[in-house]
Structure formats: C-alpha cells, structure tokens
C-alpha cells in the first residue's frame, strides 16, 4: 500500500509575527520520476508526485545560493543561519512549507515518448525509464516564516524578503524531478511575474543584432564576493548578465529541445570536462576529473512565446579538470561557445 507523505512542518509559528507567501507551480516541460518502483509509470495511487521535503531542499539550495551568498562568507555562519531560518537534525527551523498539488498531470503517451531528445544529453531518459516522464503537474507552495526571539520586525521582513527571492530564483533557474539543468521539469510561476521580476527586450542595435533579454533583478540575487559553495555569478567573478537567445518554437518542450540542440553542437565542439565522459582510465581512490554541471538551460515565458536561456552557476573551487581547467576557466569557456557560437547575445 503507497505511503502519503506528510506536510514538511518543521516548525509551529508563534502567536506573534509571522510572513506568508503563496504561490502556485506548473511543470511545462516533462518532468523525470516515478513511483516507488524504479522505472515504473505513476499511477494516481502511488504517493506524492511533488514531495514537500524534496521542494524544501530545493529552496534550501537556492536561498544558500542567493541570500546566503549574499549575507554570509563564512561556511560555519552560513550554516548556523541556515539551520536558524530552515532547521537541523537537533532543532526545529521558522520556516513552514505546506506543498497542495492541484493537478497530479500524467504520463506521457507513447506518441509523446517519441518525441523527447535522444538520451544524451539529458540521460537518464533512456527507453526503460521513459514510462516514468511525466507531464501536466500543478500545484501550490505555501510559506509561512515566523519571528525569533527578538526579532525586530524589520529583521522579520528581511527574511521573507530573502524567502521570496530563493523561491523566485527556483521558479525561475530550477525545477522538480531529475536533469532540471538540462530543461526537464521547467516550472512557470505566473505569480512572480509583476514589474520588478519582469523580464525585458533591450532595443537592438542594428538589423543584424541578435535581440536578448535581461533579468532587472540579477544583482538582488547575486554577490559580488566570491563564496565557497554554489551561486549566482554576480560583479566578482566578472561574469555576463544573464542572457538568452531569442528563437525558439511556441512550446516549452519546442524550447527544451533547442536547448538540447545547443548544448549537443557544444558538446561536439570540444566542451570542456564539465560535459565530458568520465575519466576512462578512473581507478580508486584516484578522483574522477569531472565539474559538477554548472550552466542551467531553461526554457522561460516572455509574454506568450517561450525561449531559450542559459544561466551561470559559479563555484570558487581550487580544484582543475583533466584538462587542468580550473572551474572558472571552464564555465567561461562554456560561456564563450555559447554566447559567440550559439548567438545567446
């Protein structure tokens, strides 16, 4: 018999101050689980499709990625604001989430099957697992953060203000199930869509000029400081603003697939390790040359046509790739032949 998982409540909100914020998810691009069973089609009995512990994570991530870059550049204070707003094994955190799925989607037919990108690069999706690419599923977040003690209620807005930019930015860079930097389970949150999350069409110059659009709010996500885990790449690592190209088809997964595309003439082109295969010649305890992928591919809604975006995730690493690339060298690499190949101007 499936087990429901319960709410992910971590901690009750005190009778004083408390912050709520509400917003509702749709995944527009195929979104890779399942059941319990590996490899299995989800049927409507089999639990949670959107589990709240694994939205939770997600948000832990992107506030560490965001409002954590920006407050902290320790690893041991980072961790202690972390646990203070989200929690730890021994104590309870002020954030409570709550995730109601409106519509549990479905899977996808056969005919639909057919016409994801071959496995690589967004492998797993092989023949056997593709019973488990699902589609269609909307649901609702709801956070609630409440006051500590002593708490000003300044201090008490500046933390919903930082909640609200971490589930703005996995609205917007992240995504549910598995390979969502490769463009699987894109979300579109229509309720961080006002001015001051817009995205904008700068004029090009020129008939020739690629046209791009920006996002107003980068620098309200980023640091200028470079940190010891991952993050939006902000003035200090002297990245680009973020960028996207501005062809596409009129469907999200039509965007995915130019997304795939782009990354497979890049991977042809002689990419860098991030994209690589192993080390062949890998043997323990020797570690595998490999990056973490670091370059997030959405497709994103700009009025009513769906494009395409690429998006730095930078990590200060002293650590080099097989070909002796420090990370940094091997982001903008990416970046270059995306950029200046691929026309993300």
Not at 26 to 31: A, H, L
Not at 203 to 223: C, H, I, K, M
Request: aromatic residues 10%; charged residues 20%.
């Amino acid at each position: 018999m499936p087990k429901i998982a319960p709410l992910c409540v971590f901690s009750r909100p005190p009778e004083a101050q408390a912050s709520a914020l509400e917003f509702r998810c749709t995944v527009v691009t195929p979104m890779l689980g399942g059941g319990a069973e590996l490899r299995t089609a989800h049927g409507s009995s089999s639990g949670f499709r959107v589990r709240p512990s694994a939205v939770r994570g997600h948000l832990r991530f992107w506030w560490r990625a965001t409002a954590g870059a920006r407050l902290t550049g320790d690893a041991s204070d980072l961790w202690r604001r972390e646990a203070a707003l989200w929690g730890a094994a021994a104590t309870a955190g002020r954030v409570r989430l709550e995730v109601l799925v409106n519509d549990p989607g479905r899977n996808l037919t056969q005919s639909e099957r057919n016409q994801l990108p071959a496995p690589t690069p967004i492998y797993p999706i092989g023949q056997a697992d593709r019973a488990r690419v699902i589609v269609g599923i909307d649901f609702t977040v709801k956070l609630t953060v409440s006051g500590a003690t002593g708490q000003t209620e300044e201090q008490i807005r500046a933390d919903y203000k930082d909640l609200r930019r971490a589930a703005f930015a996995w609205t917007l860079f992240g995504g549910v199930g598995c390979r969502t930097r490769r463009g699987m389970g894109a979300l579109l949150c229509q309720d961080f869509i006002h001015p001051n999350y817009a995205l904008s069409f700068p004029p090009a110059n020129g008939e020739q000029a690629t046209p791009r659009f920006t996002l107003p709010v980068w620098d309200e996500l980023t640091s200028a400081e470079r940190r010891g885990w991952a993050q939006l790449g902000g003035s200090g690592w002297g990245s680009r603003p973020l960028l996207a190209r501005i062809r596409a088809g009129t469907s999200p997964l039509a965007a995915m697939n130019e997304l795939i595309d782009d990354l497979r003439s890049y991977r042809l082109a002689g990419g860098y390790s991030e994209f690589a295969s192993h080390d062949h010649t890998y043997h323990w305890p020797h570690p595998i040359r490999r990056w973490p992928s670091g370059l997030l591919l959405r497709p994103v809604l700009v009025g009513e046509e769906w494009h395409k975006m690429a998006v730095p995730l930078y990590l200060d690493t002293t650590v080099r790739d097989a070909s002796g690339r420090d990370y940094l060298d091997g982001m903008n690499h990416a970046l270059d032949h995306f950029w200046d190949q691929r026309g993300y101007r």
